[in-house]
């Protein structure tokens, strides 16, 4: 078994390729650094490195040590910093991802609570479009995302943040644009554009179900991968698709109606993260978003709220 100093000085001299720097980065002397891969090699059994006068380089046998040790030195060193921020509380940098304009402004409204509550972690904000959102959270691309709740294996729902009613996309000159609503047996009556196959199947179910509550089937429309190629699809006349109320004010356009669903429950929206990513800053996160909608004097209220800005 490899120690823990031969390992940090082999990975960092592999990087340098100078004694020296690698000396100064691991702040001991040239002279141990020769001397701990010199018993490295012996342990191992041939060079890791070839040196010259004027070069340092990785023989063959190192740059594969490299390549399948780097990634899982890496691994444990992120471990051990989520378990360092437990401990120590809310510090580091918390990246954080939304779906949507109008999950952009109530992410914006939760991030401020949080710094004003916790000065001495930083909140990196990106928008992830609606197939983005499991992959990053599951491959540490950000640690929390607010978005449509979706029910995955190994992702936490924190509270529900904001619920809307849902509504239709369609062509504007389509018959549904001229009513006042919809139900969503109409939803058989026409073609239902599809979330990307790579979504969670209750997501897809709930948004493009296969057919009506009365049995009736729904025919599928293309897919689409982002929300403005979704509305594009919709307007040159390829189909229809269920939407939030916030999108007839964030996502106006000439060529698409929004009409109410009748029947239809409402949106969820909330936050999510990984079940073993679950951090100090992650919880104070998800708290100071539930004091972003409800008041100190009324947590134990439900939360109602609207993201369509009515």
């Known amino acids: 078994m490899l120690e823990r100093h031969e390992l940090e000085a082999f990975l960092v001299l592999a990087e340098e ?25 012996r342990r191992v059994g041939v060079p890791l490195f070839n040196r010259t ?8 046998v190192g740059r594969q040590l490299y390549e399948e040790v780097r990634p899982a030195w890496t691994r444990i060193g992120a471990a051990l910093e989520r378990a360092i921020d437990t401990g120590r509380g809310v ?3 918390l990246r954080v991802a939304f779906t949507g304009a109008a999950a952009g402004q109530l ?13 001495g972690c930083d909140v990196q904000i990106r928008e992830a479009q609606i197939g983005e959102v499991l992959p990053w959270l599951r491959d540490g691309e950000v ?14 729902i924190g509270p529900v943040l904001a619920r809307e009613a849902r509504m239709l996309a369609v062509p504007s000159g389509h018959p549904f644009a001229r009513r006042t609503s919809v139900s969503v047996e109409d939803l058989a009556r026409v073609k239902v554009l599809q979330l990307p196959v790579t979504m969670p199947e209750s997501l897809r ?3 493009t179900p296969r057919q ?18 979704m509305l594009t699809l919709i307007g040159a006349g390829q189909g229809v698709f269920p939407v939030g109320a916030h999108a007839r004010r964030y996502y106006a356009r000439p060529d698409v109606a929004y009409i109410p669903f009748s029947d239809a429950p409402p949106l969820e929206w909330g936050l999510m993260w990984r079940a073993d990513g679950a ?4 919880r104070a996160f998800s708290q100071a978003a539930w004091c972003t909608v409800i008041p100190e004097a009324s947590h134990r209220r439900t939360a109602e709220r609207s993201l369509s800005g009515a």
């Open 53 to 60: 006068s004027r070069r340092v380089e990785l023989s063959p």
């Open 143 to 156: 640690e929390i995302v607010l978005a449509n709740l979706m029910h995955a294996p190994g992702i936490i």
């Open 107 to 119: 992410l914006v409204g939760a991030t401020e609570v949080f710094r004003q509550r916790q000065p």
């Open 205 to 207: 179910a709930d948004r």
């Open 279 to 282: 951090t100090a800053r992650v």
């Open 91 to 93: 510090t580091g940098t």
């Open 17 to 41: 390729l100078h004694f020296g720097h690698t000396a100064e980065r691991l702040h001991v002397s040239t002279a141990r650094v020769s001397q701990t891969i010199r018993k490295l090699e």
């Open 212 to 229: 009506t509550p009365g049995g009736r089937p729904i025919e599928s429309g293309p897919s689409a991968t982002t929300f403005q190629e």
